[in-house]
């Protein structure tokens, strides 16, 4: 893992749909110079605590981005060359990295690797290229049955036994990282072959050894996969799923237990974690009480793990991912031309991401740490993070009544509310309101 994550916080945006672009392309329309609406928001990002951009999609595709047409092109709806070259030089100038979102699994049926396989059939010069399936007496024009992604017809799955087509990545994710880009993050990588990644990765970092490169993984023995591709890090979804889930069912048992698998993970790598992304409802809808989104964010700030946050999430913006089509519209929405077109009501939970993300610059040894359980029960939880002579410990309440909790060895209330004193034995506690939360260290 490159030396400069270790002070990683990534603040993740969909640019599509933060710039309002069009849902689908227009053949043969200008080019909309889009992306320079980002640059208004860069101080908005650097004051907030973040140190990069994990933006989504921006290469040429044909509708959402993750269907992709070209991609040694910027996505028209947002610009070109010269505009990432502009956002590039804005966020250098700020000390913000940029991390690209790299989809080589599929791509869209409009590629023109693709469209030339349905021209001129299994005589195409990539046909190699896609998992074709052609029905006897084959002629030009004649559409085979192809592999897809999840289904979705208009995402074709490459081939990735092919050598031609590890070339093109490799390319790709070179010509940009030359560009200007830190990393990438590698979409749906669960589906791709491991191998794949395991001879496309290494020719990357022959080139770029400084890059940053983390997979989407929802799934399946996370540790195995990062050894077998050579990636630095994965996406944490099981910790994600349960920190809304146990808030929600007032079974912090649940967290507890992911906790531990998380921990087994950091003996290995440092995962990447989140409680909102583009592809899920947001954090502030996902809960059932409002009162414990601070109990959320302060899980994911004190764990170890490099933290993404959502953008919007940091405002409290809901919005509620459905299984349909344009369900995820109200999850990637267009953005005011400035900060300060916001709404009031978010400004609080900005600035508790701001502090807490301070916590975390004053400890950066949390990026590995590995928390311990002090305390346990369904509503309640104390778990210490150690290193040396470093110590922090979280302490939540979801209980509808006061709670005194264990807090040893702590001298200081960092951020939350709540009253420390000694116990019957002298021994350190915490007093927390209900439904309350306080980070401490001693």
Request: with cysteine; proline share 7%; aromatic share 10%.
């Amino acid at each position: 893992m490159p030396a400069w994550i270790e002070h990683a916080v990534w603040w993740q945006v969909f640019p599509l749909g933060f710039v309002g672009a069009e849902p689908e392309a227009a053949p043969g329309a200008p080019i909309a110079h889009r992306l320079s609406h980002l640059h208004a928001w860069l101080d908005y990002a650097v004051e907030l605590g973040i140190s990069g951009l994990a933006l989504g999609p921006i290469f040429a595709a044909s509708t959402h981005g993750y269907d992709t047409t070209d991609h040694f092109r910027i996505d028209p709806r947002l610009g070109d060359d010269a505009d990432f070259d502009s956002l590039v030089e804005a966020a250098r100038a700020r000390g913000l990295r940029i991390l690209l979102d790299g989809v080589f699994n599929h791509v869209g049926r409009a590629h023109p690797a693709f469209q030339e396989v349905l021209q001129r059939g299994p005589q195409a010069d990539r046909a190699s290229w896609f998992r074709l399936s052609w029905p006897r007496g084959t002629a030009p024009g004649t559409e085979p049955d192809y592999a897809c992604f999840e289904g979705h017809r208009q995402l074709v799955t490459l081939n990735h036994d092919e050598p031609e087509v590890a070339d093109h990545v490799s390319s790709v994710m070179n010509h940009w990282l030359a560009r200007g880009a830190d990393g990438w993050r590698l979409d749906a990588a669960y589906a791709v072959p491991r191998p794949f990644w395991a001879n496309v990765l290494p020719r990357v970092r022959a080139a770029h050894p400084d890059a940053f490169i983390v997979g989407e993984v929802i799934h399946g023995d996370y540790a195995s996969i990062v050894r077998d591709t050579g990636m630095d890090a994965v996406t944490q979804y099981e910790l994600w799923k349960a920190i809304w889930s146990a808030l929600n069912d007032r079974n912090l048992f649940e967290l507890a237990h992911a906790l531990e698998r998380h921990n087994s993970y950091l003996a290995a790598f440092v995962p990447l974690t989140f409680v909102g992304n583009h592809d899920v409802t947001r954090i502030a809808s996902r809960l059932r009480d409002e009162r414990h989104l601070p109990h959320a964010l302060a899980i994911l700030f004190t764990c170890g793990g490099t933290p993404s946050i959502y953008a919007g999430d940091e405002q409290a913006f809901r919005g509620l991912k459905e299984e349909r089509v344009g369900g995820d519209d109200a999850i990637r929405p267009s953005f005011p031309p400035t900060p300060g077109s916001l709404a009031p009501y978010g400004w609080s939970t900005y600035r508790l991401h701001q502090s807490l993300i301070a916590l975390r610059r004053r400890h950066p040894w949390l990026l590995r740490t590995r928390p311990r359980k002090i305390h346990l029960t369904n509503e309640q939880l104390v778990l210490a993070m150690a290193d040396g002579h470093q110590r922090v410990l979280l302490a939540l309440n979801l209980a509808d009544e006061p709670a005194v909790l264990p807090a040893p060895g702590a001298h200081l209330i960092e951020i939350g509310e709540g009253d420390l004193g000694a116990g019957g034995e002298g021994a350190e506690q915490v007093s927390l309101r209900p439904h309350g939360w306080a980070i401490l260290s001693g």
